[in-house]
Every structure is written in structure tokens, then in C-alpha cells.
């Protein structure tokens, strides 16, 4: 027993470690993530209004050696004004040297300002002085500085006090006036006692004035509207030393003017105030006196004097951005320098004068910011600077610096290894950008900098707004190597998020360190990818950046990293190409000379879908300028076009989507070719008649036609059914037209006024009534409410199979030596094929420029059109104009009102948005249709048309004006932008064991260990019978292919075009939903993908299109499908048997033809697909391209699929005349057919390859021979007999059992060994009834269970234990 326990222990780890080491597919950020880019944040941190003081009136009233009689001084008293005692020269004297010293100390500040000092002046002199500066300042800000120290204080009136002439009377300034003087934006500052009766009024005059403007605004003829009114006092600031009650402080150890000293010199009064403090006296050896020899200047950090200046900066900077509002910080802290300055000192002032029981009061006023925990850190650093004073002046030691940047930074990296957006921000962020001022801490500074920016787009932002911007900037004209890393990094996440820096870089030449960093070979390729995403935003859609780039050689450098092992690297220096010639024609003419189109080719074919996504979008772009084309040129357009339609069978949609907007960009340039070629396809399509899928599908014979007959769907079934649960990304399946809308729209298009020579345009409306009536429920790619367009669904799939028909060029396989002319022809083809691509939003795309250039060419055609041979064959090649581009808004109504974007995905639950362009009406058509004519075959792409009577005039309405507006958009781009906003540098969740994705996976593989461990113990135990029924229950449709979940209770039923979703433990349904396929199309293949992990569902169905849905048992989540392409495009229709006795029931039951069929190989992600084709193709999923064609050598179709998942080489295909083949898939194509088996004589229903090492092959035909085969032997050495009619059969993947369906109602169950086991003919219960003609089967991979779908829409599942689950 322990050792059982033992056993089974290491079989659940091994089983969990398999799992944790099986790779998943389809679970890229392209498959889970909407194609948009970041959230667009607002833009708070750019200055709009930046401004600066260009003024300064310094007004001193001091009157000295004279008190002011309303202030009684205390004795000793403060005397110092601008550090100078008045008393101890004459009073004149003293008042020039404190007025000479007060603007050297605001010069310390703002240098560039004018300065005009007004001591102890009068009424006249400080208006002439206001009015001056403000005339000369204009719309800058002007400051105005108040001493008002030797005059009484402030009255309650609104007034100051200055001088008489004679200084023999104080005269009264109301603050009322000094508005009008000053004008605005202007800041006072005033250092006087009760300091804030002056801020009360200055609000009170500034709330009449808006009063007044208001007035004058409503009532012109108010007085007030009369006379000039000075502006808004809204911009204006206020800095006063004391509240209203208040006295200065007139402490002897103190300056008189405190609060200038805390505003102009804060180093001095700060270190002054330290020493008087206890703290300070704990500093032995330090005296006042010591204070003035400190060395250094304020602005050298490397002296003592100047690093103290500077961490006092980043301090009052730091507390500033934590305290304030963000948009005040930017007003106070980043609008303007002198401004900027004084408010950091002012925060100084609040903490030293509020000792002295002194309140400093502003406007904005701020919240209190005396006691923040950042001023500990600045009294420690003026403890060290203090402690090493005495040294330093007596025994000339060298000066330590400071360790508090650098325990600032280490502080501000703790923030950053546990940062989240949902914490408070950092501390400590700005200052880090004062440390960038160092180049001893720079390297760290950017480095940390860089991870608190690889957050998040919140991240950058805080960056932003604290100001980092600026200096970034700067740091790029370093020339420092081992800073290029870190400044590339950091400017790829600022433009990720806010891409108009790309003006600042071109207007600073920024642009040129990037364009060094992408041709240094020596940068890593992470490197030089950030710098051509950095340079990709630089030329997007700005002039001035593509010809700053374009002389920078950024095509040349480029073009070199094209070939770089780096997928990333590759995708976006061909992004960067298709964005620098984007509506830049001197950039394509110098991609032209450099062969940019021809390397770009090679991109096509990359392994990774983004880099060949990219490749596309560069070519479409270079094909889209609008500019004139020479015949060069033309023939340059025409090979990008055939080379990017080959994409047309790629397995990524993103790629596809982007090939829709290439060729939607060469229909631009070339619009009359392509309406020629338009017309002349629907005269093609009404003069043939084929046969409909429904008919080709009853056939019992093989068709032979060519490749692009491939999906035989004629039209897509909505989900019109209310059983059907609503799909997220294909809510969108579009909705059955009814005949009465169609008809309606055939007789608007009878009743349109084209005409020329009394013809009427009835040609369009006949091939509308010929396309739309040839089914009865005929499908329109238009919005539910009934509204219908030129060009439906089933009519672009009818075209696209009357031209295969016709044996005209077809779309995959383009015949060598094209000329010019046939171009149009196999772009219009390629656009027929994508318009019926099995992913919607490709179908989409395709279909809205199909009928763009259908509404064009039906408006600008006479019905009698050239055929293709004359207006074509036989012209000069087109060139383009930009006299009638495409896009131009047509002044009618062609889309719904409130259509979304033609690039937003399908909204969850909605119908899908019209595909096509709808009629505008018809008068205004006939309006604006007059002039209706036929193509000329001149270059122009439209000219006046056949000669007109003279009453039309040169200016009448031309054609040319009814292009129609169409713009398409991927969304690529801007998706690919965002991975720049996301954490580069952090591992992903699944990696941390400690995420909730990585605790959820492993919940999920100690499951799926279990299962297997508990099953294979039930195995073991012997099967003796299969026949216990655990589940009945009756399907919404009728079961044709079913597939169990390996470690989840569900079992999904496929019928003709919907999935249902049971839970047999519950005996439920969990989900219903449509699939998407085309009408005339049915499931035949289903597999699960990742089902070890988050499962997804892989369907196939008989057109060769393979679909991959998520979400698709889940209760709260509508089914969403994640990508869907072409498996095959070389679908033949076959017939189901050889024997008619069985085939006529066959084909009734099964619908034909062996359809599509597949294997999924999880270790590997490949996927095998072949039916009804006469090849295997394998499809790399990582790719998500073909990587390989193995030919069957026969002429039938391929109707099983089986691989060796050991080796990775064996492949058993089963096929449509008997025989079974062998594959060894490491050998060439020639020469991988290794074995035939040729003893069956009919359809084989299963061939399978055994999981095993020496697995074994069993195979089973119509005719009811199960044969076993040995892979090194060519003939059988056991043969079953089943009896005739056999339908399905399917082998247990652990238990030597298989089962067999048959048309006669009944399940047989056998051993390997060839030992009946039992028959099921009949349900459960009281009278079961008799089971209905087995459509299909499947075993359960691991539990005992068998899952059977009859005709009579039943579906069982039975096993050998009922008590098993």
C-alpha cells in the first residue's frame, strides 16, 4: 500500500511537471488583446501659459532712524534690513546700500530681469514706476516688493502707506490703485506688519473688478462700459509676511526683515536659524560668525555653500510636489523661474517664522508645510555640512559631500521594487531630477528613473508633471556611451505615452542621438529597438520630422537592421520606413534608389506574424502617396501590390487586415482601373451561372477546378436563432436579409437618374437582382434594421467564384510575365477572397473597400462598358492623380449615423456594423450625377468626360467629386505603440509564484494530474463492458462531431454550423453558440487547444476555414473568437464512398465529401490539415503560417489524420479510395511516403496511430473492416469484421478499446485484441427507445467514457462504471 502511495505521488509530479513544462499556443498579446493602442492621458504636464518675471519694482518704505507711530519696538530690537543695520550709517546711505543689497539678492534669482528700486518714495512715483514696468513688461508677469517697515501698518480700508514729498506726512496707497498700476499677471510680495489685511483686500478689489467686467459685458451701455476697465486680477500672487493680526517678529537675533531674508537669502537665515535652534547646539564649534566663512558659491554644488543650495531645492521641490494640487505645483513650481524660487523659500519662511509665533500667508494660499517629515532630512544634512565647518576653516580638510542624494535614491528604490499605480506616488521623485544635475549619481538617477517609469503609463505621467522633461531633453546632447542605454529607454516610455514630444527632440536635434543609437552596432538590439520606435514617433505624421530624418539617413539605417535576428528590431525599423514615406514622396523616392520595396520582401516571409504585419504596413504606405507617378514608378506600385497579395493565404488575421489597407491604398492611387475592372466583373458574374454550393455538395463525383474554388460558401448564417448565446468578437455574424428589402433596393436602383443618352443605369440594379435573388434568404453584410448595399456578402462570393469559373487569374497562384493591366485584375480578386475571409473584421475591411470602389464605378460608368481587352489590355500603364482621390468626402450620407470607426472590433452581444456603402438618395444622386461618362484611357485618372452641350460649362459637377470617403485603419500601429507603455524590465505574472495567475495554473495541473492518475487506476482494473449511460440528453442540432475536455466535466457537440457546451457530471447545458461558418459550410473538425491550461477551441469546417474561440464555458464571459484563417484553400468536393448502396445514406447523413480534418500536436504547436485536397498542410501556430505541404500522392481526399507524438515524424493519413498511407515527415517531400496499406476497397473513416513507441495502426473503412497494422509491415495481422454501414469509429488514447457507430442503430465495443466487449442499441430507462443512426463518437482521452451523437439529435455518454465521477 505505501508503495502504491509512493507510485502515485511521483506520477502526479511527473504529470504536473509535463504540464508545466508544455508550451500553449494562441495566447500572444495579438490573440488576447484588442487591437488599440494606450489610453490617451491628459496632458497636464506642459505649461500652456509659461511665462516669466521680466520686471521687479523693489518699493522700501524705511524712513530711517524714524519709527512709525503705530508700532511699539522693544529694545534691544531686530535692525537688520537686507543684512545691513541702518544705524550704523547715515540714513541716506543706508537706504541705497539696503535697496542696492536687496536687488542683489533678487538678481540671484532672475538675473535677466529689470530692476527699479522706489525708496521711501511717494503716491506719484510708485504709479509712475507700476505703470512703467507694466508698460514695458506687456503680458509678463511684473513683481512688486513692499517694505513697509518704517511706515504704520496696513489699514482695514485697503491701504498702504508711503510718503509725502517732504516726508512730513504718511500718505495712504489704496491697494485698489496699485491693481490698476500693476495691471496683470503680477506678484506682490509684502513684508510689513498685519500683511494679511493687504491679501484680504486685494481679493475684495479683485472680486469688484470682476463684478465690474461682468457688468460691462451684459450692459453696453453701463457707465462702466464706457470708460476702460483694467483687466482680471485672477493671475495675480501674493506673498505676505503675517496674518492680519499679526506683528513681525522683533527678536534681536533675528533680521527686520525676516520674511525677505527667508524669501531672497533662505541658505543664510536657514543655517542662522539652525544654530539658535537645540538641535543646532548640539554642533560644538559652530558660531555665527563661522556661518559667514562657509566656502563655495550658491551655484556650485560641488562647494559645501553650493550642494547645501541644492539639496535645499530638491527638498522644498519635494515637499511642494507631495503637498500641492498637481495643476497648483505646475502654476507655482514649473511656470515661472523667480516665482518658482520665491515659493520654495516661502516654505522656509513658513517653518522659521512660524517658531515666532509668525504666520506667512499666500494667494493661492497653501496647506501648512512646516512640519513635513522632509525638513529632518534637510537638518541632517546641515548637521554634516555644520559638523565639518571647524576643520575646514582651520586645518583646510576637504569637504565630504553629503550622503543624502544618495540615501534618497536608496529610498526612492525601495519605492520602486514594491511600486503599484495604487500606492501614494514617491516621495522622493523630484528629487531625482535634481540628482540628473550630478554626474556622480546621474547613472543611478537614470536607472532608477527608467524602472519608475517601466510601471506604467501613470508612472510617466508623474514623471511629467514633476518636470522631468527638461532635462531628459537636455542629457541628450551628453555624449556619454554608458548613458545611452538608459536615456533610449527613457524616451521610448515618455513617447509611448505622450507622442507630441517628437516636436521638442526635431526642434533640440534630439533626433540625431537616436539615429546614432540605431546605427551603432555595438548597442544591444533591445537598444536599438527603443530608438527605432523612438524615431518612428518622431516621423509620424510630422513633416518636420521626416525631413530631419529623412537628411539624417534614417531610410539607409534602417534598411541595414532589417535583417537583425531580433523580431522586435525588424518590426519596427519597418514600421519606422512605413511611417518616414508616409505622404512623403522625396522619402519613397529615396527608398525607390535604395531598393527599400525589394528588402522589404523578405519581411513577407518572417516567422513572426508582428514583423511581417509590419512589412505590409511599409508597403502599403509606400504604394499610398498621393503624388503624381511617372511609368516607373507605376511599375514599382504594381510589383509591391501582386508581391504583398500573397499574404492572402497567411494564418495571422492581423496580417491579412493589413493587406486589406495596402491594396485599399493602391485603389486610391489607380481608382479608374480598378472601377474598370470592377464593371467589367459584375458583367462577368451576371453572364455566367453556377452552380450553388448546395449543389456542388450533392455531387458524386469529383470537380477539378481550379485552386481559388476553395471556400464553396455562398452566404453566412446570423444568429437569428434565439437559443444561440451572443458571441463577443463574431455578435456580428450577419443577419438574413429579407426579399422585401432587396427588392425595395433593386427598384431605387432602377429608379437612380444616371443617365447619359436616355440610358439608365440599370445595369448595377440587374446585377444586384441576379446576385440577391438567385437564393431565397440571401445574406446582406448590411446593419439589422434592413438597410441593405451595392455589394451583399453572397454576391462578392459569387463573383469571386464566376471569376474562378471563367478560369480567369486567380488570386493564390499569380502566372509569371503579368502585365501591367492584369494587376488590377488579381488585386480585385484578392480583395473578392478576403472579403469572405473566415475572420469578421477581415471580411469586414475587404467588403467596405469592395464596395467603395463598386459605388464608384456604378456612378461614374455608362451602363454599355469597355471590355477588358480595349479600356485595359491595351492602355498605357495609369498613373495616379490627386485631382479625385478616393477619400474625398462624398456631400451625401454614406454610412449610418452612429457607425463606429471602421477600426473598432465587433462590440460584445451587437450585431456587426454595415460592411458595405449605402445608396444616398436619389434625387441627390441624380443632382449630383449629371454628368455621367465613360473612362478614358489616358493616364488621368478622370477628365471631363465625352463632350457636352455648352449650357454644362466648364464648372459644372463633375464625377469627380463623388468619391466617397473611406478610411481604414488597423489599428497595428497603435497597438504596437503600447508595448512601450507596459512593464518591459518586470517578469511576467504567469513567472511570479506568488501572482494569481501562477497560483491559478497550478490549481489547474495538480487537477489534471489527478484525472490522469485516478483514471488510468480505473483503467487498470480491467474494462469489461462500456455500456453504463451516465448522460442523455437531446442537442440543440443534430451531433457531428464531438469532443470531451480531458480534465473538465464538459463534452462540446458540433452540428451543422453551432457548438454546444454540456457538463455530463451535471447533466447541462453550460453554452450554445454559432460558429460563423457560411451557410453552405459544416463543422467536421474540433479539437481543444491548451486544455492542460486555459482551454481554447479549435473548429474546422468543410470550406477549409479554421476558427480558435475563448471563453467558450464561460458563464460570465460571452464566446470570443481570437483568430480564424484559411487551412486550405484547395477544397475539392469528393464523394463519401465507393460502394452506392452505403453512399447515397452516407451523403443524407453526413452532407458529403470528407470535408476538413486535422491534428493538433500540443508539444510541438503544429497543426496538420487536410479533407477534401490532395495534400497535408502544416501550420506552425507560433508562426501562424505553412510551413510545409506533404503531397498524399492520390487522388482521393484525406479523410483521417493521425500523428506519432513521440518522434515527431510518423504521420498516418487515411484516404477516400481505401488506402492508408505512412508518412515519415523528416524525409524530403519526394521520397516521406515510407508505406502504403492497400487492403481496404472503400472510404476510410479512421486511421490511427497508437501514442506509443511501437504503436500500432488501426484503421477502418465504410465496408466495416477494422484492420491493425505493424508500421514495419505492408500487410495487416488483424482484421475485425464490423459489418457494412459503419460511420465512426474511435480508439481510447489509454485503454485498448475502441468503439464503432453505425447506420444501423447500434455502438459495438471491441478490444484490441479483437474481443467483443458489448453492443448499445438502446437508451436508459422504462421503454428506452433504440438509439438513431450513429453520426459520431468519442472517448473520453483518459476516464473510461465513451460520448456517442445520433441522428435523432440525442447525444449519450456511457461508462464502465456508473459511479466513476
Not at 486567380?810 to 488590377?824: D, E, H, K, N
Not at 453505425?1302 to 427507445?1329: C, P, R
Request: aromatic share 8%; charged share 20%.
Amino acid at each position: 500500500m505505501a508503495l502504491l502511495c509512493a507510485e502515485d505521488a511521483m506520477d502526479e509530479g511527473d504529470g504536473d511537471l509535463s504540464d508545466w513544462h508544455l508550451p500553449v499556443a494562441f495566447t500572444n498579446k495579438r490573440h488576447i488583446e484588442k487591437m488599440e493602442g494606450c489610453k490617451a492621458l491628459a496632458q497636464a504636464w506642459r505649461m500652456k501659459d509659461r511665462m516669466k518675471t521680466v520686471s521687479v519694482a523693489l518699493v522700501l518704505c524705511l524712513n530711517v532712524g524714524v519709527d512709525p507711530p503705530d508700532v511699539v519696538k522693544t529694545s534691544p530690537c531686530a535692525r537688520l534690513e537686507c543684512w545691513i543695520d541702518p544705524l550704523s550709517m547715515s540714513p541716506q546711505k543706508a537706504l541705497d546700500a539696503i535697496g542696492a543689497n536687496l536687488q542683489k539678492q533678487y538678481e540671484c534669482w532672475q538675473p535677466r530681469a529689470r530692476y527699479k528700486q522706489c525708496l521711501d518714495p511717494t503716491v506719484e512715483e510708485v504709479k509712475k514706476l507700476c505703470m512703467s514696468l507694466r508698460r514695458n513688461a506687456k503680458e509678463e508677469r511684473v513683481l512688486f516688493h513692499y517694505n513697509g517697515h518704517g511706515v504704520p501698518r496696513p489699514t482695514v480700508n485697503g491701504e498702504i502707506w508711503v510718503f509725502n514729498k517732504n516726508y512730513t506726512q504718511y500718505i495712504p496707497l489704496s491697494i485698489y490703485d496699485l491693481q490698476t498700476w500693476m495691471g496683470s499677471p503680477s506678484i506682490f510680495v509684502y513684508d510689513c506688519s498685519n500683511a494679511g489685511i493687504i491679501v484680504k483686500s486685494f481679493k475684495q478689489f479683485s472680486l469688484q473688478r470682476e463684478q465690474e467686467l461682468e457688468v460691462a459685458a451684459i450692459s453696453p451701455s453701463h457707465p462702466l462700459a464706457q470708460v476702460p476697465l483694467p483687466p482680471s486680477m485672477k493671475d495675480c500672487i501674493q506673498l505676505a509676511a503675517c496674518e492680519a493680526n499679526q506683528l513681525l517678529p522683533m527678536n534681536p537675533e533675528l533680521p527686520a526683515d525676516l520674511f525677505t531674508s527667508c524669501l531672497t537669502t533662505p541658505i543664510k537665515i536657514a543655517l542662522r536659524w539652525f544654530c539658535g535652534q537645540q538641535s543646532g547646539k548640539l554642533v560644538s564649534g559652530v558660531t555665527l560668525d563661522l556661518i559667514e566663512k562657509i566656502p563655495g558659491r550658491l551655484n556650485d554644488r560641488r562647494t559645501p555653500l553650493g550642494e547645501l543650495n541644492w539639496i535645499f531645492t530638491a527638498i522644498t521641490d519635494t515637499i511642494a510636489w507631495n503637498v500641492l494640487p498637481r495643476d497648483l505645483f505646475q502654476k507655482l513650481f514649473r511656470q515661472d523661474l523667480l516665482v518658482a524660487s520665491l515659493f520654495r523659500n516661502f516654505l522656509l519662511a513658513e517653518r522659521i517664522m512660524r517658531s515666532y509665533h509668525c504666520t506667512p500667508i499666500s494667494s493661492p494660499r497653501l496647506p501648512p508645510t512646516y512640519q513635513h517629515p522632509m525638513w529632518q532630512a534637510w537638518d541632517l544634512a546641515v548637521d554634516i555640512c555644520l559638523s565639518q565647518l571647524p576643520t575646514i576653516t582651520e586645518e583646510g580638510t576637504a569637504f565630504r559631500n553629503s550622503p543624502f542624494f544618495a540615501e534618497q535614491l536608496t529610498a526612492f528604490q525601495v519605492w520602486v521594487n514594491l511600486g503599484v499605480e495604487n500606492r501614494s506616488p514617491p516621495e522622493q521623485l523630484p528629487i531625482v531630477l535634481q540628482v540628473l544635475l550630478s554626474q556622480v549619481h546621474r547613472l543611478r538617477a537614470l536607472d532608477l528613473l527608467g524602472r519608475f517609469l517601466d510601471l506604467g503609463p501613470w508612472a510617466v505621467s508623474l514623471a511629467l508633471s514633476v518636470g522631468i522633461f527638461p532635462y531628459v531633453l537636455k542629457l541628450l546632447q551628453s555624449s556619454a556611451r554608458e548613458l545611452r542605454p538608459l536615456l533610449v529607454f527613457i524616451w521610448a516610455k515618455i513617447l509611448a505615452v505622450d507622442s507630441s514630444c517628437q516636436a521638442d527632440l526635431v526642434k533640440d536635434g534630439g533626433h540625431k542621438y537616436f539615429l546614432s543609437v540605431l546605427s551603432d552596432p555595438f548597442m544591444s538590439a533591445e537598444q536599438r529597438t527603443m530608438a527605432a520606435f523612438v524615431l518612428a514617433v518622431i516621423v509620424n505624421n510630422y513633416a518636420a520630422g521626416q525631413e530631419a530624418c529623412l537628411q539624417g539617413s534614417l531610410i539607409a539605417t534602417c534598411l541595414e537592421q532589417l535583417s537583425d535576428t531580433n523580431a522586435l528590431l525588424r518590426q519596427w525599423v519597418a514600421m519606422c520606413l512605413g511611417r518616414i514615406w508616409q505622404h512623403f514622396d522625396a522619402a519613397r523616392w529615396c527608398g525607390v534608389r535604395d531598393s527599400a520595396h525589394e528588402k522589404l520582401y523578405s519581411l513577407l516571409e518572417d516567422v513572426v506574424p508582428e514583423v511581417r504585419c509590419a512589412a505590409v504596413f511599409a508597403l502599403g504606405t509606400f504604394i499610398g502617396n498621393s503624388a503624381e507617378r511617372s511609368d516607373h514608378a507605376t511599375t514599382i506600385d504594381h510589383n509591391v501590390a501582386i508581391t504583398s497579395a500573397q499574404l492572402l493565404g497567411d494564418g495571422s488575421s492581423m496580417v491579412r487586415k493589413e493587406l486589406v489597407v495596402a491594396l485599399h491604398n493602391l485603389a486610391l492611387q489607380y481608382e479608374s482601373n480598378f472601377c474598370a475592372v470592377a464593371l467589367q466583373f459584375l458583367d462577368d458574374e451576371r453572364s455566367h451561372t453556377f452552380p450553388s454550393p448546395a449543389t456542388l455538395a450533392g455531387l458524386h463525383m469529383e470537380w477539378h477546378l481550379s485552386a481559388d474554388t476553395g471556400s464553396l460558401a455562398s452566404s453566412r448564417d446570423g444568429l437569428g436563432t434565439p437559443r444561440l448565446r451572443p458571441v463577443s468578437s463574431y455578435g456580428n455574424l450577419r443577419a438574413i436579409a429579407n426579399n422585401n428589402a432587396v427588392r425595395n433596393l433593386n427598384k431605387s436602383l432602377q429608379n437612380l437618374s444616371l443617365t447619359e443618352e436616355g440610358v439608365t443605369c440599370g445595369t448595377m440594379a440587374s446585377y444586384l437582382n441576379t446576385s440577391t435573388g438567385s437564393s431565397g434568404g440571401s445574406s446582406s453584410v448590411g446593419s439589422p434594421d434592413g438597410e441593405d448595399f451595392i455589394l451583399t456578402y453572397e454576391a462578392v462570393d459569387k463573383m469571386r467564384r464566376v471569376r474562378s469559373y471563367s478560369s480567369l487569374n486567380s488570386p493564390i497562384a499569380f502566372p509569371v510575365g503579368l502585365s501591367f493591366t492584369s494587376v488590377y485584375t488579381q488585386v480585385w480578386c484578392t480583395l473578392l477572397h478576403l472579403a469572405v475571409d473566415p475572420h469578421p473584421e477581415v471580411s469586414d475591411m475587404a467588403m467596405k473597400v469592395l464596395n467603395s470602389i463598386a459605388w464608384k464605378a456604378m456612378l461614374s460608368s455608362r451602363p454599355h462598358r469597355v471590355s477588358e481587352s480595349s479600356a485595359i489590355a491595351h492602355s498605357a500603364p495609369a498613373s495616379p492623380t490627386n485631382k479625385c482621390p478616393l477619400n474625398m468626402q462624398h456631400p451625401g450620407t454614406f454610412q449610418r449615423p452612429g457607425a463606429p470607426a471602421l477600426n473598432e472590433g465587433a462590440k460584445q452581444g451587437l450585431p456587426r456594423e454595415p460592411s458595405t456603402l449605402r445608396l444616398p438618395t436619389t434625387s441627390s444622386t441624380a443632382q449630383l450625377s449629371s454628368h455621367s461618362y465613360q473612362f478614358s484611357r489616358s493616364r488621368k485618372m478622370f477628365d471631363k468626360g465625352p463632350d457636352k452641350s455648352s449650357e454644362d460649362g466648364d464648372d459644372g459637377p463633375t464625377m469627380c467629386r463623388l468619391s466617397l470617403g473611406l478610411s481604414l485603419n488597423t489599428g497595428f500601429c497603435a497597438w504596437s505603440s503600447k508595448y512601450f507603455t507596459q512593464a518591459i524590465m518586470k517578469l511576467p505574472d504567469d513567472h511570479d509564484v506568488e501572482s494569481q495567475i501562477h497560483k491559478e495554473r497550478e490549481w489547474r495541473f495538480l487537477r489534471n494530474a489527478q484525472v490522469r492518475r485516478q483514471a488510468r487506476c480505473l483503467i487498470e482494473k480491467g474494462i469489461s463492458r462500456l455500456d453504463d449511460q451516465i448522460f442523455l440528453n437531446r442537442n440543440p442540432g443534430v451531433p457531428s462531431v464531438i469532443k470531451f475536455h480531458p480534465f473538465d466535466t464538459f463534452v462540446v457537440v458540433a452540428d451543422k454550423d453551432s457548438i454546444c457546451f454540456w457538463d455530463w457530471e451535471k447533466g447541462e447545458k453550460v453554452n450554445y453558440f454559432h460558429n460563423g461558418n457560411p451557410r453552405y459550410s459544416r463543422i467536421t473538425a474540433m479539437e481543444f487547444i491548451n486544455s492542460h491550461d486555459v482551454s481554447l477551441l479549435l473548429t474546422g469546417t468543410d470550406d477549409g476555414a479554421i476558427r480558435i474561440w475563448k471563453n467558450c464555458a464561460d458563464e460570465e464571459r460571452n464566446p470570443e473568437l481570437i483568430s480564424a484563417w484559411q487551412g486550405l484553400s484547395e477544397m475539392l468536393p469528393s464523394s463519401r464512398g465507393l460502394s452506392r448502396r452505403f453512399s447515397v445514406s452516407l451523403e443524407k447523413n453526413k452532407h458529403g465529401g470528407a470535408g476538413l480534418v486535422f491534428n493538433w500536436e500540443q508539444h510541438t504547436g503544429l497543426l496538420l490539415v487536410s479533407g477534401d485536397a490532395r495534400v497535408v498542410r502544416v501550420w506552425d501556430c507560433e508562426q501562424e503560417k505553412k510551413v510545409q505541404d506533404i503531397p498524399t500522392g492520390a487522388d482521393s481526399c484525406v479523410t483521417s489524420l493521425s500523428c506519432d507524438s513521440f518522434s515527431n515524424s510518423l504521420l498516418v493519413v487515411g484516404l477516400g479510395d481505401g488506402s492508408v498511407r505512412l508518412f515519415d515527415r523528416r524525409l524530403p517531400l519526394s521520397e516521406c511516403n515510407i508505406m502504403t496499406f492497400r487492403e481496404h476497397d472503400s472510404w476510410i473513416i479512421k486511421a490511427h496511430l497508437q501514442r506509443k513507441p511501437d504503436g500500432q495502426i488501426i484503421s477502418a473503412s465504410v465496408n466495416g473492416d477494422v484492420r491493425l497494422w505493424d508500421a514495419r509491415q505492408r500487410e495487416s495481422f488483424n482484421c475485425i469484421q464490423m459489418g457494412r454501414g459503419l460511420t465512426t469509429l474511435e480508439i481510447h488514447p489509454q485503454a485498448n478499446i475502441f468503439a464503432c457507430g453505425s447506420l444501423n442503430h447500434f455502438i459495438s465495443v471491441y478490444a484490441l485484441t479483437g474481443e467483443f466487449l458489448n453492443n448499445i442499441k438502446y437508451y436508459d430507462g422504462f421503454m428506452g427507445q433504440r438509439i438513431g443512426a450513429v453520426n459520431s463518437l468519442a472517448f473520453h482521452p483518459y476516464w473510461p467514457h465513451l460520448a456517442a451523437g445520433s441522428s435523432d439529435y440525442y447525444l449519450s455518454i456511457y461508462s464502465a462504471d456508473k459511479k466513476v465521477r
